[in-house]
């Protein structure tokens, strides 16, 4: 079995002995659920015992099917040698309240339960397995459709148990033998009130092996009889027979476990007047697992921690145990201060055109969260100043909230009429001839708008696509009550580095008339020597008799494609002449 760990993987805390979670930081201890040689052992066995649950499906269905059982024993001083080894036996009984079944091992290996939840006489998928962890707890696991590795804790259980050592000497390497007292509730077996059944195997460690009892996974299975009758007696052992036996309980049994109780659970001082530190006590009895939140996480059964606390605040204690769960609250209020204070909200000037700009000034004492001047400003300090601009009469509004409350102020800028105002731009600018550009503008306070060379008048928002060839300057003219308004903007347009003109040469086989496309430096049908420039140009054939242009380079193919028509019989030589515009 693999011992418990001594240290956090998380944090390298120390653990305290039987802890699953870190009190440093909180996190769940990792640990190995199984030993290797057990959790492989399970994996297979519910590879087996879906293979054989799949088997059994279908010798039900042809009316084929046969089903063997065992009788069990009652007293864990009698034995069944027609199915378990010298000095391993097995007893059950009914609790006294009748909700579960109280069932013992005693052996010097390690048992795996595995029980027939669905009571189709077989244990296979959807059916629960029982074992025990590195630390000796309760390891339930489901047998799925699809194979698992099994994992303590994987399927939600009610189920307790209790190991007992029996033997006071035991040789060296030996594990001697113990009890292994199992409590689970007859609801989570999914049992009917009286008839149950289940497997059993034991782990040998020294070995890394199992052995299956009555029979080898899983021909036959152990049927119980279990109801309350205290004066039930028990019967001789009877070996695995064809048929389902009966096994009569023993006198009831009644375990009992103390559940989790919390002592104390303290804060001083339990009333602030403000932020400050409160000490918080508790001690608890009987619980494993303590968890306090909010912030808090999983601490020790007993303990105390000093925590700010700058707001009413409550904690929940939660112990729990293998007796149960309590919970407990307990509450710190903090009294809230004043609500902040509006010292100043100032404007100079009151009065501006419009477009122009105005100075608001301001000031706040007092516990703040979050000042604020409506429209325009967030997340503004407690005092100071911003530049606004006002293109209408507007009216501002500070607030300023605390934990106390909010407070608020407001002033008015009045705006008078001010000439248009335009914003004007091209971009991109510094072009290469024929490249396109955009020139966007925005104007403000006007009622007509004009732009030229060439496009006329404009609504106040616009903007317009252009490929200049040459550097070019376009003015907005913009009229309103406050008067008119000129803006200018320049596209420069620069002629790469080369020559400004050049030849290209075509041949290729005519019959007739044939259309002929040049892309760049490529025809899609002939040769071609010397390529189109990529820019505003103007070609022209030298034998324009037999040769015309059907579509010449233009901003529409980034000026990169001309379409000649030829009209010739055999082989036929073409020379173009082209200079930039």
């Known amino acids: 079995m693999a011992e418990a760990p001594k240290s956090c993987s998380y944090c390298n805390a120390h653990l305290e002995p039987g802890a699953t979670k870190c009190r440093e930081c909180g996190k769940q201890v990792a640990r190995a659920n199984l030993p290797a040689g057990k959790a492989a052992w399970i994996a297979a066995t519910a590879l087996v015992i879906l293979c054989i649950g799949g088997g059994l499906w279908v010798f039900r269905e042809v009316g084929a099917r046969k089903q063997s059982s065992a009788k069990l024993v009652n007293s864990a001083s009698e034995t069944n040698p027609a199915a378990l080894p010298d000095g391993t036996t097995i007893s059950y009984a009914r609790s006294e309240d009748g909700d579960r079944l109280v069932l013992t091992v005693v052996s010097a290996s390690d048992p795996v339960l595995f029980f027939d939840n669905n009571a ?37 259980s009610g189920a307790r148990i209790k190991i007992t050592s029996l033997d006071q000497t035991v040789e060296p390497g030996g594990r001697g033998r113990r009890s292994f007292l199992w409590s689970i509730p007859l609801a989570e077996l999914g049992f009917s009130d009286r008839q149950a059944s289940f497997s059993v195997g034991l782990f040998d460690e020294a070995r890394q092996t199992f052995a299956y009892y009555p029979a080898r996974p899983f021909e036959r299975v152990y049927h119980l009889q279990i109801h309350s009758s205290p004066n039930a007696q028990s019967t001789p052992p009877l070996p695995p027979s064809p048929m389902p036996s009966v096994a009569r309980s023993p006198a009831t049994v009644k375990t009992t476990i103390p559940a989790p109780s919390v002592e104390y659970l303290e804060a001083n001082p339990a009333t602030l007047q403000s932020a400050g530190n409160v000490q918080l006590r508790w001690s608890v ?24 606390v700058n707001k009413s605040t409550s904690w929940t204690l939660t112990a729990s145990g293998p007796g149960g769960t309590v919970v407990r609250t307990i509450a710190v209020t903090v009294a809230p201060p004043p609500p902040p204070h509006v010292d100043s909200f100032q404007v100079q000037p009151a009065t501006v055109r419009q477009g122009e700009s105005a100075k608001l000034r301001w000031s706040v004492s007092g516990t703040t969260t979050s000042v604020r001047i409506e429209p325009g400003f967030a997340a503004l300090p407690a005092s100071g100043e911003r530049d606004v601009q006002v293109s209408a009469t507007t009216t501002f509004a500070l607030t300023a909230e605390g934990p106390g409350g909010s407070t608020s102020a407001q002033l008015t800028i009045q705006a008078t009429p001010a000439a248009p105002v335009i914003a004007l731009d091209a971009s991109p600018n510094n072009l290469h001839p024929g490249d396109p550009t955009t020139l966007h503008w925005n104007v403000s306070g006007a009622n007509t ?11 106040a928002v616009g903007s317009i696509v252009l490929r200049p060839i040459r550097t070019i300057r376009y003015s907005m003219i913009a009229q309103g009550p406050g008067g008119s308004s000129e803006r200018d903007e320049t596209i420069i347009v620069v002629r790469p580095s080369g020559p400004s003109s ?20 490529r025809a899609d049908v002939g040769q071609l020597q010397g390529a189109l420039p990529g820019l505003p140009c103007i070609v022209q054939p030298t034998d324009e008799k037999d040769v015309s242009i059907a579509s010449s380079p233009g901003p529409r193919n980034d000026y990169s494609r001309l379409i000649l028509r030829v009209k010739g019989h055999g082989h036929m030589k073409v020379v173009l002449n082209w200079s930039l515009q």
């Not at 047998?143 to 994992?151: D, S």
């Not at 708008?449 to 609504?459: E, F, M, Q």
């Open 120 to 156: 189709d006489g077989a244990i296979d998928r959807g059916d629960a397995g029982y074992a025990v962890d590195s630390w000796g707890a309760p390891c339930v696991f489901r047998l799925k459709r699809a194979l698992e590795h099994p994992v303590c804790g994987s399927a939600p």
């Open 285 to 308: 009895k009987n619980a494993g697992d303590v968890v306090i939140q909010p912030d808090i996480g999983q601490r020790a059964p007993q303990d105390e921690l000093t925590v700010s």
């Open 449 to 459: 708008i004009n732009l030229s060379p060439g496009v006329g008048a404009v609504a």
């Open 502 to 521: 050049g030849q290209i040469v075509w041949t290729g086989e005519i019959h007739g008339y044939q259309l002929v496309t040049i892309s760049r430096d």
